[in-house]
């Protein structure tokens, strides 16, 4: 409450304010004091726990080990499923203080009024954030694809608003940490096949060992991609469907349930990865650390890159609306240290990327930067995060470089202005 | 004298007042909370309190949710009848073939050992057993019985019905048990005494004398399989839908009004079904 009151007579100035603030990052960049690791705070932040939560996907303990390690206070980590971190972020604000969620969740989720923005001027790395989440161009002749472009959500006017504003601000809603470029998974044993369009998943020869996943959000975006893929639908913007659209998109997928097209529907990072590495499906939606968890077993699994693009996804940090003092400075310090590296690599070699890619790069070896990032041959075995042979040598990654994978996206998650119409006949899906 | 008189009043008043608060707070306030919120309105982050019909309009005017109140009653009368079947013989093998108590003691305990798992790992073990690739497709490829993997065994109707049995047949067997343990032995010798065969005395003495534990078992089981959500989608592999799935899917994607709606309907429906075993067996007379 304390906190509110302090804001308010702020707000009004905002605009000179912003400008001066504007002033003062440049400044603090410009003087070269951008070392990830301040240490002007007291020692009581050993003191300082943080809570924080989000998707299986990112929610890692060794970050929260190496947080300990680096800066000296506890992190907590909860792990939900995607629709269970947008309930949790909604009704529960006080239960946690770091929310990582993704940006088509933010857009759901800022509204409710529950994070604060970030001030620009802290984050020390913030000209060095990959531009998608800034301006929104990977290059600055990159189309913007579909759905919830990242940056279209990533700033506000002022602290305390809720509307997102058009163009980079001083006030940023989520600090990027991790995003990807997703596509289907593959069992190339026994596709049987060379699989290289989205209509491959509706293919009648894998009838009955095909999924999707059970996310309305994503699973709809994916059964557009195959839509379109089989030239039945063009969509205005996949990412915000008309009712039409909608209604087109149930229809088909509901006569392909019928035909027994699909064996199962996931949910969750762990269903995904069994009823692959069982052999249940041979073609699904998944996520890149799922294809990783199939090759450590040992089973072949390719992340097969497809003509029509990626369907794209990030996610970011936000902080709760009731941190401050010192708490608040923990947040900051969590955040400019996540993108200071460490973790940037840590990420980039599960096959996600990272926010800040120079000081991720410092952190991996050259073989492993060649591969993971520039689509290069491994010179030599590439092992995975816990040490397991992931790749041999002289293999390349699926779909190659960073920017032949972020620069073919054609769509990113979403939420659609028909979110509730469309949440409702993806239920008839279901029960279908 | 008046003052004392009072206070006799009021005794049983202060006695009762525990559970009444208990239930109060935990069981009245909350339904009424549930009923409160299904007229509220809602957009995809907020609850906006209205009164609004549109919530149950769309659970009862949709034909999905004619369809999964079927399929779950479905499901529910299924399990009902497979689980009343096993229940009802295991637990007259226990009362009555099984002489001694020490064993009959043993063999209950043993039909208990299951439940010192959780429910969902009981559930997700079956998962590498009836795979394309599991236990059981092997076994019968290896043994030459079928030349491709049976698919039905996973992810279908069957694996669902199938985790349910497992699941609750122990809920039927408890009461069945006990009430059978209740039944006066002379009765029975007193029907063979009379002339009755074997067949006789189960449909003219156990049977009736069993109703009581037989419906307590049918509340169980039909309660649990209408609101379950976790075994519907696991076993089904998220393929077949059910009411308490439909409200898990609701309130995950934050549409609490919708979800009350449905838990009020469901809730009616539920009481309904109690009241109708109960209106057919007097429970209480043989407690």
Redesign the interface.
Known sequence: MTDDHADRPARPASATRRRLLGAAAGAALGSGAVTGFPTLWAQNIRNVTLRQFGTGVSALNPIAEQVKKDLGFTLSMTAL?T??V??RA??QPRSYDIADIEYFVCK??W??GVLQPLEVKKIALYDKIVPIFTTGKLTPESPIAQGTAPHTVSFVESKGATAFAPHPTEWMTLIPTIYNADTLGIRPDLVGRPIRNWKDLVDPAFK?KA?IL?I?GIGIMDAAMVMESLGTLRYGDKGNMTRAEIDRTIAFLIEQ?RAGQ??????TFDESV??MA???VVIQSMWSPAVTAVKTRGIPCVYQPLAEGYRAWGGGLGVAKHLSGLQLDAAYEYINWYLSGWCGAYLNRQGYYSAVLDTAKRHMSENEWGYWMEGKPAAADIMGPDGKLLDKAGSVRDGGSFTDRMGKVACWNS?MNE??YM??KW??F??? | MAGSGTAARLLPYLQVAPLALILGVFLVVPILTLVVVSFFDY????IIPDFVWTNYA?VLL?A?TW??YA?TVWFAALVWAITLFIGFWVAYFLAFHVRSRTVQTALFLLCTIPFWTSNIIRMISW??FL????LLNQALLGLGAIDRPL?FL??SDFAVVLAFVHLYTLFMVVPIFNTMMRIDRRLVEAAVDAGANAWQVLTNVIIPLSKPGIAIGSIFVVVLVMGDFITV?LM????S?SVG??IY???????YPAAAANAVVLLAIVLLMVGAILRVVDIRREL
């Open positions: 499923d629709d269970a947008t309930q909604v009704t759901k989720v509204p409710a009955g999924s059970n309305p349930k699909f064996r199962a529907f996931w949910k069994n009823l069982s052999g249940e939420v979110d509730r949440v409702q239920n008839e279901i029960a279908a | 957009d995809s982050v907020r769309e949709s999905v369809r999964t399929k998962v590498p795979g394309r690739n599991g698919e996973l992810f989608r089904s592999g998220g393929q839908a799935l439909m899917n609701q309130i995950s994607l934050l549409q």
